[in-house]
C-alpha cells in the first residue's frame, strides 16, 4: 500500500515532442506528489509538485496532471528538448510518526533525440 | 547545489572495514534523510532524523548505523557490508514544508 507505481522504464522521445511519464498509487494518506530529475552523477532534483485538491499545476514546459479518483498523476514534458534527457522519478509523501516520509517510483529514463 | 553536501562522493571498501558516510547541510532544515538508490530500483528510505532524533528505521540491517549530532550533519556508518550494499547513498534534508533536497550522493562499492 506504500507503494508508487511508475511507467515507462524509459521513454524515447523525438525533440519537440511530448514525453508522458505515468504514476500510480493506492494510500489515501498520501497528501503531496512531487516529481524529481535526476541527471548521470547528480542528486535528484525536485522539478514541480502537486497536492491532491489540484487537477493539474504547470511550470514551464513541465505539467503534473493529477486524478485524485483514480489515484494516478503524470508528468507531461512539452516541446522535449535533448537537455531533458535525465531520469525522472515520480514520488508521493505523507506524514508518519510525525515526519514527512517519501515513496519513490522506479524511475523513468528518458531520452530525447536532437 | 542544493546546500546538502556529501562526502566521500566515492568509497570503496572491502567487507571487513569500517567506514562513515557524511552529509552536511546549511540551510537551517531540521529533518535528514538517509536513501539507498540501487539500479532498477525505487529509491529506498533507510532512515530520518527530526530534530536530531531518529523518527525512521526502514527495517534497515544494523551493519547500517546513522548518527545525527546536530541538525546540521547527518552520518552513516558501515562496518562488514556485502556486496549487495554497494549503491549509491542519497542524503536529503527538509525544513517544514514537504520539499526535500538531496545531495549528489556518495557511490560506494563494497568489495
Known amino acids: 500500500q506504500q507503494q508508487v507505481k511508475q511507467s515507462p522504464q524509459s521513454l524515447i522521445v523525438q525533440k519537440g515532442g511530448i514525453s508522458i511519464i505515468n504514476c500510480a498509487y493506492e494510500n489515501t494518506a498520501f497528501d503531496y506528489f512531487p516529481w524529481y530529475q535526476q541527471f548521470p552523477g547528480k542528486g535528484p532534483a525536485l522539478l514541480i509538485a502537486?497536492?491532491?485538491?489540484?487537477s493539474e499545476k504547470k511550470e514551464g514546459r513541465f505539467t503534473i496532471s493529477f486524478n485524485k479518483s483514480a489515484k494516478q498523476f503524470s508528468l507531461h514534458i512539452m516541446d522535449s528538448q535533448p537537455g531533458d534527457s535525465a531520469t525522472y522519478f515520480c514520488?508521493?509523501?505523507?506524514?508518519?510518526?510525525?515526519?514527512?516520509?517519501?515513496?519513490f517510483g522506479t524511475g523513468t529514463r528518458l531520452k530525447v533525440l536532437a | 547545489e542544493t546546500g546538502v553536501t556529501q562526502t566521500p562522493r566515492h568509497l570503496v571498501m572491502g567487507m571487513t572495514n569500517k567506514k562513515s558516510l557524511k552529509c552536511e547541510q546549511h540551510?537551517?532544515?531540521?529533518?535528514m534523510y538517509w536513501y539507498k538508490q540501487s539500479a532498477k530500483k525505487p529509491l529506498e528510505l533507510m532512515f530520518v532524523?527530526?530534530?536530531?532524533?531518529?523518527?525512521e528505521n526502514n527495517s534497515v540491517p544494523s551493519r547500517f548505523s546513522p548518527e545525527c549530532p546536530n541538525s546540521s550533519h547527518l552520518f552513516l556508518h558501515l562496518h562488514t557490508l556485502q556486496p549487495e550494499d554497494s549503491a549509491l547513498y542519497l542524503c536529503a534534508s527538509r525544513l517544514s514544508g514537504n520539499t526535500i533536497y538531496f545531495g549528489e550522493g556518495s557511490w560506494l562499492t563494497v568489495v
Open positions: 540551510l537551517g532544515h531540521n529533518a
Open positions: 532524523y527530526n530534530f536530531k532524533e531518529q523518527t
Open positions: 502537486i497536492r491532491p485538491d489540484v
Open positions: 514520488a508521493a509523501s505523507l506524514i508518519s510518526s510525525g515526519t514527512y516520509k517519501y515513496i
